[in-house]
């Protein structure tokens, strides 16, 4: 039996929080949630999520210095990032790929396009494993 993949979400909104944890859940996913940069960061490193869902606007370390510091982290580095965030003029979303954001996603987002994003990236994610274990051998 295949093990759950594993979502973080860090967000300081509590509701949006609350809405994504709910339908990454019913999807399928285990969610680790985190309201801010500097917690979400140590959950990353601690837990190894296969994916984090990261918004922008944030007390404290922003989302764009949390991006920086998880793809500066050995143990996270290899780790998909999707901006979430309301965001959306071109310096911002060129700000994102710059710190090594994979995706960029505007709120509010559509859910349905969103799971797709997310199940597209894990499936490629494992195909790259898979592949690489392959030419090991």
């Not at 609350?18 to 990353?44: K, P, Q």
């Not at 922008?56 to 764009?64: K, L, N, V, W």
């Amino acid at each position: 039996m295949q093990q759950k993949q594993t979502i973080l979400v860090i967000d300081d909104d509590r509701i949006e929080l609350d809405i994504m944890s709910n339908v990454l859940f019913t999807a399928g996913y285990r969610v680790l949630i985190a309201e801010d940069g500097e917690t979400g960061y140590h959950r990353a490193i601690f837990a190894k999520p296969d994916l984090i869902l990261l918004d922008i606007m944030m007390p404290g370390a922003d989302g764009y210095e949390t991006c920086i510091m998880l793809k500066g982290n050995k143990r996270t580095q290899h780790i998909p990032i999707f901006f979430k965030t309301c965001k959306g003029d071109t310096e911002s979303i060129a700000a994102g790929y710059l710190t090594g954001a994979d995706s960029f996603i505007i709120k509010p987002c559509n859910h349905d396009r969103l799971l797709r994003e997310i199940k597209s990236r894990l499936a490629l994610d494992r195909l790259n494993l898979l592949q690489q274990h392959l030419q090991s051998l």
